[in-house]
């Protein structure tokens, strides 16, 4: 996975791109957790698919921002840490419009646990 700022992948570079790094952002998390454990079964497509044109059905954004939250959970046990992402507190925070800032601060929790790798180096998984 990619460590990220999270007030620029949260604020900065949506508001510079009117919104379109927000999409990008959350189909690029998804990507990276479904290779970071392929024992999973992430499509990162229909996650954002949910959050877009779900939106026209009302609840599809809702389940697919409370399973990211769920996704990034099963990470940090992959990683061996302590789960602390929360895929309920991540959808109230998407009512008030800081769940990407929330979501990027707990993926940048298992970045951190493996230090500087090469991007694409296959990592061990404690879980």
Request: hydrophobic share 45%.
């Amino acid at each position: 996975m990619k460590r990220r700022n999270p007030f620029a992948a949260w604020l900065g570079l949506p508001l510079i791109t009117f919104g379109i790094y927000g999409l990008v952002w959350y189909y690029k998390i998804n990507k990276e957790m479904a290779e970071f454990d392929n024992r999973r079964q992430i499509d990162p497509g229909m996650s954002l698919l949910a959050v877009t044109l779900g939106m026209f059905l009302i609840v599809p954004p809702y389940v697919s921002l409370y399973r990211t939250g769920r996704r990034i959970a099963d990470a940090q046990r992959a990683a061996g840490l302590q789960p602390t992402c929360s895929g309920g507190l991540g959808l109230l925070l998407a009512f008030l419009g800081f769940y990407g800032l929330y979501y990027q601060i707990q993926l940048n929790k298992v970045v951190d646990r493996y230090g500087q790798i090469q991007p694409g180096t296959q990592v061990p998984l404690a879980a």
